[in-house]
């Protein structure tokens, strides 16, 4: 792992591989970020571009300011990084704190099919959640949580009803809300109108959401996660009662939570398979049209949870055995660490 820090700005790129043919990754903003976790971001990608058999190395960088100093910190980060992502050293990916527009200087040199980063990369990300999902527990017929609300969130319930199942549960920042089954078009149009307080307004009562952790309890039989990096640790894994844990966010849960989920039956999706979706659209041929692109996720993370559930070793160990036999062809050692939150 080499770390790239910029001269202008106080910013850094976790570079996880040498010799790779181009490095991707998010790029955050925050008051402070940690170099620790740009790297685990940065190995989890590294295992995606692997499971996807691309000699390619994942990468994460970090932009720290102040708030009212938050635009002039990402432009500083963009003029300097536009070297770097004209040689495809660092191909930066919008993350917290950090938008499109932003990174819109950089597209130029951008050898990815730029028109479907972002959005449409995102909706890829949540048809391959929900394709993973499937693959470990069967979605129709059954229950899920998606804990995190995001701007994707109603692009994986509706990929979770598109395989027969019901969304039954959601969490943000601000709490948690049960239900019998949440519609993806009316939650769409709810998140367009209210954003972040999308649950408040579904709810529509005066005594508030309940508490976020609550959703835990819900008792689906998927949960999606990912609001963070590790929200699933080894005590919340323990009270899960799901058949499977699947990642709509890197690096979801954390190594103990793996080993508990192993202990209790229940299917951990390895992130870097469930999160494969927007590395294949951002790497698609501009010609092929949106929804073979579509249909090119699902096949594909279809295929590789199929080894992975394969493994004696279980789904998430099976993957990344997979991950690995493809960095040593063409890496000289492998890296030290596998995708997990600590």
Not at 72 to 93: I, K, N, R, S
Not at 154 to 159: D, F, M, T, W
Request: charged share 20%.
């Amino acid at each position: 792992m080499k770390l790239h820090k910029f001269s202008d700005v106080d910013a850094f790129v976790a570079l996880d591989l040498a010799g790779a043919e181009a490095a991707s990754g998010p790029v955050r903003w925050a008051r402070k970020v940690l170099q620790g976790g740009a790297k685990d971001l940065a190995r989890s990608q590294t295992y995606t571009y692997a499971a996807l058999q691309m000699r390619r190395s994942g990468a994460s960088a970090g932009i720290s300011a102040e708030a009212p100093q938050r635009a002039e910190a990402v432009a500083a980060f963009v003029a300097e990084a536009a070297a770097l992502a004209a040689d495809g050293t660092y191909l930066p990916d919008a993350a917290k704190g950090v938008g499109e527009a932003d990174l819109a200087p950089l597209r130029s040199t951008d050898p990815r099919t730029v028109a479907r980063l972002g959005g449409f990369a995102a909706e890829c990300d949540a048809t391959s959640a929900a394709v993973a999902a499937d693959a470990a527990a069967g979605l129709d017929g059954c229950t899920a949580v998606i804990e995190g609300l995001s701007a994707t969130g109603p692009a994986l319930a509706r990929a979770v009803a598109d395989r027969g199942g019901r969304v039954v549960g959601l969490s943000t920042a601000e709490g948690s809300l049960a239900g019998d089954g949440f519609d993806p078009a009316a939650l769409a149009e709810a998140w367009a109108e209210h954003g972040s307080k999308t649950l408040s307004a579904l709810a529509g009562r005066d005594d508030g959401l309940d508490a976020p952790g609550a959703l835990w309890s819900i008792g689906a039989d998927v949960v999606f996660a990912g609001s963070k990096m590790g929200i699933v640790n080894h005590g919340v894994a323990e009270g899960l009662g799901c058949r499977a844990l699947a990642p709509s966010g890197r690096l979801a849960f954390t190594s103990k939570a793996l080993a508990v989920c192993r202990r209790q039956g229940i299917v951990a999706v390895p992130d870097f398979v469930a999160l494969a979706g927007s590395s294949i659209a951002a790497w698609s041929s501009p010609d092929t049209g949106d929804d073979e692109v579509r249909s090119e996720v699902a096949s594909t993370v279809s295929a590789l949870m199929a080894e992975a559930l394969a493994s004696d070793d279980g789904p998430f160990l099976g993957a990344c055995h997979a991950a690995e036999a493809f960095l040593a062809s063409w890496q000289d050692e492998l890296p030290f660490g596998r995708p997990l939150a600590s």
